[in-house]
C-alpha cells in the first residue's frame, strides 16, 4: 500500500503524539491549556491528510460526545457563584457552567487529534509497530489482531442469531431477555471461532520456539521523531500557557 | 510419518478415540484417509500436525513420528488445512496471511516475499498481496490456506476435508490446486474426505480407519474400494457406484398454493456476506407437497431469498403472500406474523446449526418449538419421542448441541424445526459437507415429509438432492 504524508507515519507515533497530549491535558482542569492545546490543533488539523468529508465523518462523535460531557458538569458539577437552577441534585451555577465550557473544550483537545491521527491507522500496521519496535510479544499482539478479524464474523453472526430466534418461535419475548440471550449465545460462537482460529494459527508455527521474522518492516524514522515532536511540543505549550497565566492546577490539588 | 501402536484418547472420555494406528506413509506417497464419522481421522490430521495438545489435553500411547521426530517438535514440518474456510483466515490481506506461517518460522524477509508469491502461484490464486482476504470466496479461502501452509514448505501436507464447506465450483478449483502442488513440490500427503471421487486420481493409496477408531483396510486406491466398498458405503463414505438411492414417493393429490412471492427483489442483509440483490425480480409459487430448489452461484442471493421465503426477512420490493392454506385464520402478511405463529407455518433450516440451537440438552431443543405454542405436556413429550428415535439422536437426548458431530448436529437442526409441524419447509444448504449417512437419513426425512403434504424450500448446490426429492429449479443469476 503506497500512502504518503501523516497516513504513512508509523501508528507507533501516532499513539505517542496522541497520548502525550492526552496524558497531559489530563493534568489539569484549567481553561487555558484546553483552549491553547484545541487552538494549535485547529491550526495542525488540515495538514493531517484527511480530506474535509471524511474528518467530519469520522470526528462526529466527538462532536456529539464534547457538548455532552459538558452538559453534564453544567448540571452535576462543583456550585459556586450565581445559582440560574436548583433541582433536587441538578445544581446549575456559574462555577457549573464554567466548568462545563472547559470540559468540553478539553475533551475536544483530546480527543481530536487522537481520532484524526488513527483515522488512517491500518490494524496490521500497528501491531507490526508495536511488536518491533515496542517489543510487545508477538503472541500478544497478533492474537489480538486475528481477534480483531473476528468481530466482522461476529456481526453476521449477531444478525444470523437474532433471525433465528424469530425462526424457532421464541422472539416474541421481552427485548431485555432476548438481547441477554442472543448476547450469551454469541458468547459461545465467539469462542468457538476463536478456538478454531488459535488452532488455525497454531498449525502454522505460531507460538513456537523459533525466533520470529517479520514480513513487514515498520520503519521508524524522521518523520516519526517529527510526529512525535510536534505531539510534544503542542503538549507543552498548552502547559507553558497555562502556567504563565496562574491557571494551572494539577488535577486532585 | 510413522505410527506404531498410536492411539489418543480426550481428556475426560472413556473411549479411545484411536488406537492401535500402524502406518507407514513413505515420502512422497499421497495417502487418502477414509471412515465414518468418529472414527478419528481429524484426530489423527491434528496429532500429525502437532496441534493436539499435551498431557492435560488427553491421553497418547505408542508413538508417532513425522520425519523421525514428535510432531509437537516439528511445527511447521506438516502444513494443516482445515474444513472451514472462515477460522483459517488469519490476516486481512491475502499477502500477509501466506506470509505468516513463515514470519512464525523465522524465514528471513529477503525470501519470505519470494515463497509467498510462489505458494500463490501454485494454488493458482492470481490475485494482489494486498487483496483482502475477506472477499475471497469460500474456493479462494481454502486455497488461500493451502498457500499459507505451502510457503512454509512443509515436507507433509494434510488436508482436513479441504472441499466439504464450498460450493461444487470451488471443490474443483481446489483439488486442481492440490493435484498441481503436489505434482510440483513431490510432497507427501494425508487427505480426509468423505467424497472419494474427486480424489482418486490425486492419491496413491487409501487407509481405511474403523468407526471404533482402529485401522481396517489399507491399500491401492481402487483395490480398497473394491474390496471395502460396502463397508465403506455403510460407515457413510461416498463411494463411486455406491451413492445412496432414495426412492421416489407419490406426493399427495391435493397440492394447493401455500405461499407466493411476486415481483420479489431481495434486501441486503447489512454485512452479510451471503446476501445479494437478486438481478431480476423473481415470482415463485410454493405449494403443499411439493419441493422448490433455489440455485445459483455464491452470491445469487439464496440464502436471502430463503430467508424472506422463510418470513424473516421483508423483500426490498414486491411481496410475499401466504395463502389462506397457510394463514389458516392469520393474515397473509408473513413478516407480520409473530414468531409464534410463524413456526407452526413456516420451518426455517439455517445453513448453519449453531446458529439456531438454543437450549443445553438436544431433548429441550427439540421440546422448544412445541412449548412455544404452549401445547400440553403430553403432546410435547411424545412430539419429541417420536423425533429422537427418527433422527437417531435418541441415546444423545442429554447431550449439549453444540457438542455433536457435524452430521448430528444437522439432523437436530431439522428436527427441532420439525417439531412444531410447519406446512412448509426453508432449508439453506442441508446436505452441505454431510457424509453419505446423514445425507441419506436427511434427504428420506424430506421426502416422506414432501409426500405427506409439507412443502419443501431448499437453497442447495446439491444436484443429487434436487433428483431425490423431485424439486422444481429456481436458478438465480449471479450479480453482475
Redesign the interface.
Known amino acids: 500500500m503506497t500512502r504518503d504524508g501523516v497516513a504513512a507515519i508509523n501508528p507507533v507515533a501516532k499513539l505517542a503524539a496522541s497520548l502525550l497530549i492526552a496524558v497531559t491535558l489530563a493534568l489539569s482542569v484549567d481553561a487555558a491549556s484546553a483552549v491553547t492545546a484545541l487552538a494549535l490543533e485547529i491550526v495542525l488539523l488540515p495538514f493531517a491528510g484527511l480530506g474535509w468529508v471524511a474528518f467530519w465523518r469520522r470526528t462526529a462523535a466527538v462532536w456529539i460526545a464534547a457538548p455532552l460531557a459538558g452538559l453534564t458538569v453544567a448540571l452535576y458539577g462543583r456550585a459556586s457563584g450565581q445559582v440560574y437552577l436548583d433541582l433536587l441534585v441538578v445544581h446549575v451555577t456559574d462555577g457549573s457552567l464554567r466548568l462545563a465550557a472547559i470540559t468540553a473544550v478539553r475533551v475536544l483537545a483530546i480527543a481530536l487529534p487522537a481520532v484524526v491521527l488513527f483515522a488512517t491507522v491500518d490494524a496490521t500496521e500497528l501491531a507490526d509497530g508495536l511488536a518491533q519496535h515496542l517489543h510487545l510479544p508477538a503472541r500478544f499482539v497478533l492474537g489480538a489482531l486475528a481477534a480483531l478479524r473476528l468481530v466482522g464474523l461476529m456481526r453476521n453472526d449477531w444478525i444470523a442469531l437474532e433471525l433465528a430466534r424469530r425462526a424457532r418461535g421464541v422472539a416474541d419475548r421481552g427485548r431485555i431477555r432476548r438481547l441477554a440471550g442472543l448476547a450469551f449465545a454469541l458468547f459461545v460462537l465467539s469462542i468457538r471461532r476463536g478456538s478454531a482460529l488459535a488452532t488455525a494459527m497454531e498449525a502454522r508455527g505460531f507460538g513456537g520456539d523459533v525466533q520470529r521474522s517479520w514480513a513487514r518492516p515498520s520503519r521508524f524514522g524522521i518523520r516519526e521523531v517529527l510526529l512525535i515532536v510536534v505531539g510534544a511540543v503542542l503538549a507543552a505549550t498548552a502547559v507553558v500557557v497555562a502556567v504563565a497565566t496562574g491557571q494551572w492546577v494539577l488535577i486532585g490539588r | 510419518m510413522r505410527a506404531r501402536g498410536w492411539g489418543w484418547r480426550h481428556a475426560g472420555r472413556l473411549a479411545w478415540a484411536l488406537h492401535d494406528i500402524d502406518v507407514t506413509v513413505e515420502a512422497g506417497e499421497r495417502v487418502l484417509l477414509l471412515g465414518a464419522s468418529g472414527s478419528g481421522k481429524s484426530t489423527l490430521l491434528?496429532a500429525l500436525?502437532?496441534?493436539l495438545g499435551g498431557d492435560e489435553d488427553g491421553d497418547e500411547a505408542g508413538t508417532l513420528t513425522v520425519g523421525g521426530r514428535d510432531p509437537r517438535a516439528a511445527?511447521?514440518a506438516a502444513?494443516?488445512v482445515?474444513q472451514?474456510p472462515?477460522?483459517?483466515?488469519?490476516?486481512?490481506?491475502i499477502?500477509?496471511d501466506v506470509?505468516?506461517?513463515?514470519?512464525?518460522?523465522?524465514?528471513?524477509?529477503e525470501q519470505?516475499?519470494m515463497r509467498?508469491r510462489d505458494a500463490l502461484d501454485l494454488v493458482g490464486l492470481d490475485l494482489p498481496l494486498?487483496h483482502p482476504t475477506?472477499v475471497l470466496s469460500g474456493g479462494q479461502k481454502q486455497r488461500l490456506?493451502l498457500a499459507?501452509?505451502l510457503a512454509?514448505r512443509p515436507g507433509l501436507l494434510l488436508l482436513d476435508e479441504p472441499t466439504a464447506n464450498i460450493d461444487p465450483e470451488g471443490v474443483r478449483d481446489v483439488r486442481d490446486a492440490v493435484a498441481a502442488v503436489l505434482a510440483a513440490t513431490g510432497s507427501t500427503a494425508v487427505i480426509v474426505e468423505h467424497r472419494v471421487e474427486a480424489w482418486l486420481d490425486v492419491v496413491d493409496r487409501i487407509v481405511v480407519l474403523g468407526a471404533d477408531g482402529g485401522l481396517v483396510a489399507e491399500g491401492e486406491p481402487r483395490s480398497v474400494l473394491a474390496a471395502q466398498g460396502e463397508a465403506l458405503a455403510a460407515a457413510g463414505v461416498w463411494v463411486p457406484g455406491r451413492e445412496p438411492r432414495i426412492a421416489r414417493r407419490p406426493g399427495p393429490t391435493d397440492r394447493p398454493a401455500l405461499l407466493t412471492g411476486e415481483s420479489l427483489t431481495l434486501a441486503r442483509?447489512?454485512?452479510?456476506?451471503l446476501a445479494a440483490t437478486v438481478t431480476r425480480p423473481v415470482d415463485l409459487t410454493v405449494s403443499a407437497g411439493e419441493a422448490l430448489a433455489l440455485t445459483g452461484p455464491n452470491g445469487s442471493g439464496k440464502t436471502t431469498l430463503a430467508?424472506t421465503l422463510?418470513?424473516?426477512?421483508a423483500p426490498a420490493a414486491g411481496e410475499v403472500r401466504a395463502s389462506p392454506a397457510l394463514a389458516e385464520g392469520i393474515g397473509s402478511q408473513v413478516m407480520r406474523w409473530?414468531?409464534?405463529e410463524?413456526?407452526s407455518r413456516i420451518?426455517?433450516v439455517?445453513q448453519?446449526p449453531?446458529?439456531?440451537f438454543?437450549m443445553p440438552t438436544v431433548r429441550e431443543e427439540l421440546e422448544?418449538?412445541p412449548r412455544?405454542?404452549k401445547l400440553p405436556a403430553a403432546e410435547v413429550s411424545s412430539r419429541t419421542d417420536d423425533l429422537l428415535a427418527r433422527l437417531g439422536l435418541g441415546a444423545l437426548a442429554a447431550a449439549n448441541p453444540?457438542t455433536l458431530s457435524g452430521g448430528q448436529k444437522r439432523r437436530l437442526s431439522v428436527g427441532?424445526?420439525l417439531a412444531?409441524r410447519p406446512r412448509m419447509l426453508v432449508l439453506d444448504e442441508p446436505t452441505f459437507g454431510q457424509d453419505a449417512l446423514t445425507w441419506t437419513a436427511l434427504v428420506e426425512l424430506l421426502e416422506q415429509l414432501r409426500s405427506e403434504g409439507t412443502a419443501v424450500v431448499a437453497a442447495t448446490h446439491d444436484l443429487r438432492l434436487i433428483d431425490a426429492i423431485g424439486a422444481n429449479v429456481l436458478a438465480l443469476e449471479a450479480e453482475t
Open positions: 491434528a500436525a502437532g496441534v511445527r511447521g502444513g494443516l482445515l472451514d472462515e477460522s483459517q483466515l488469519i490476516m486481512s490481506r499477502g500477509d506470509a505468516f506461517g513463515c514470519e512464525n518460522l523465522g524465514v528471513p524477509r519470505l516475499w509467498v494486498e475477506e490456506a499459507g501452509a512454509m442483509v447489512a454485512g452479510h456476506p430467508l422463510g418470513g424473516l426477512l409473530r414468531s409464534r410463524l413456526v420451518g426455517s439455517f448453519a449453531e446458529h439456531q438454543l422448544l418449538g412455544a405454542l453444540f427441532a424445526v412444531t
